[in-house]
């Protein structure tokens, strides 16, 4: 008979309600939730998943074997000062933007395992893009159970704490630079005279589709080039986008990104 494994998620935002919508599939795995905001998502929750809900889970934190801090990163700190003379041993993972390893060994007894999982807003449909880092006390079983609770939302990658940082503008931030890419797009077949409904199915789809092409192996560039003839219309799109620097563009967007999350 497999061991059940307890894990109190602290936090019960759209993040933990798309993790535990796959955990769920899962028999092992036993899931509690709370939360000290919205109350309503707490018992939204326990109506769809069948979830315990806590309220005092500090009095309970040493019968959970992961504890998942699904919470903003300024929140952080006070939870980890509560939870610091309590833990003993238990799994400590956080999926709170710029909350690696390292501040979280810091902050918790010598020893405790912990991990960092990024994942993105696709992760609500079962197809986010998760990176995940380990803490330097994690075991092979450890890294077994997280990826156990991220495999229900997509693929993920393990990476270096260092590269969660220089990939999350990549892997989390620029699904909105597509949005926004996608917009205009919507925007420019607006005009044709077709309906909005019909212009973002049109987009959404080139989009999809252009996805599944790169998953194929090919580069980018390769598959460009499969498109755009020299002289042709594409070509001709192409060349207004180089002339006005879309890499340059691109890597100013990304490098925002990290300017920004470490002055936070």
């Not at 798309?18 to 036993?30: H, M, N, T």
């Not at 998502?41 to 040493?62: G, P």
């Not at 998760?130 to 393990?158: A, C, M, P, R």
Request: glycine letters at 8%.
């Amino acid at each position: 008979m497999e061991q059940t494994i307890k894990v109190l998620f602290i936090g019960a935002g759209r993040m933990s309600q798309a993790i535990i919508a796959g955990l769920v599939k899962d028999s092992r795995f036993e899931i509690s939730v709370t939360n000290n905001g919205n109350q309503k998502r707490l018992i939204n929750l326990q109506d769809t998943y069948d979830v315990a809900v806590k309220t005092e889970w500090e009095k309970e934190l040493t019968t959970f074997n992961i504890i998942v801090l699904a919470m903003p990163p300024e929140a952080h700190d006070e939870v980890l000062r509560l939870i610091n003379p309590i833990i003993d041993g238990q799994l400590v993972i956080t999926v709170a933007a710029g909350i690696g390893p390292t501040q979280l060994e810091q902050q918790l007894p010598k020893g405790t395992p912990v991990a960092w999982i990024m994942p993105n807003t696709a992760a609500e449909l079962g197809q986010s893009t998760t990176l995940y880092t380990l803490g330097q006390y994690v075991q092979s079983f450890h890294q077994n159970v997280v990826e156990d609770l991220i495999k229900g939302i997509g693929v993920f990658e393990k990476v270096s704490e260092q590269q969660i940082h220089e990939l999350t503008p990549i892997t989390g931030s620029a699904p909105a630079f597509i949005y926004e890419i996608a917009e205009s797009l919507v925007n420019s077949a607006l005009e044709s005279g077709i309906t909005e409904d019909k212009a973002r199915k049109l987009v959404a789809e080139m989009i999809g589709g252009a996805a599944s092409m790169l998953k194929t192996g090919q580069s980018p560039k390769e598959l460009k080039d499969q498109v755009a003839t020299p002289g042709g219309v594409t070509w001709a799109g192409l060349n207004v986008l180089k002339e006005n620097n879309l890499d340059g563009l691109m890597r100013d967007a990304i490098d925002a990104c990290h300017k920004k999350a470490k002055r936070e």
